[in-house]
């Protein structure tokens, strides 16, 4: 079992940069594919990014290529998402999730475990 806590969201200008981490508990960290999802309230949660165990392979959101960047540290048990030229849209809660698969894929229901998520605000 793993435990996640998300940090570094807050409010940010339009075209400003966050960068979000997402740090776990437990000394199996390496053994977990790892996401992060973003919800609106009332919306389903959204698949934002992924990354494999070995933290060589990605895959991204086509609303967040080239903007969003994922990576993780597995002697820190984090994984960090850095995300430049924010916008409006962007504005959501982010959540860090956690799959035992070997390539969960975008679909949250393939993730194992979450965090509480953090907030993130772009204003225009």
């Known amino acids: 079992q793993v435990q996640l806590v998300e940090s570094g969201g807050g409010w940010v200008q339009a075209g400003g940069s966050l960068r979000l981490s997402c740090a776990a508990s437990?000394?199996?960290?390496?053994?977990?594919?790892m996401g992060w999802f973003r919800q609106d309230p009332g919306k389903e949660r959204e698949f934002v990014v992924g990354?494999?165990?070995?933290?060589?392979?990605?895959y991204y959101a086509d609303s967040v290529k080239g903007r969003f960047t994922i990576s993780r540290d597995n002697a820190k048990n984090t994984v960090y998402l850095q995300m430049n030229s924010l916008q409006p849209e962007d504005t959501a809660v982010y959540y860090c999730?956690?799959?035992?698969?070997?390539?969960?894929?975008?679909?949250?229901?393939?993730?194992?475990?979450w965090g509480q998520g953090t907030q993130v605000t772009v204003s225009s």
């Open positions: 999730g956690a799959s035992l698969r070997v390539a969960p894929g975008s679909s949250w229901s393939r993730y194992d475990y």
């Open positions: 437990g000394r199996t960290f390496s053994s977990y594919a």
């Open positions: 990354l494999s165990r070995s933290g060589y392979s990605t």
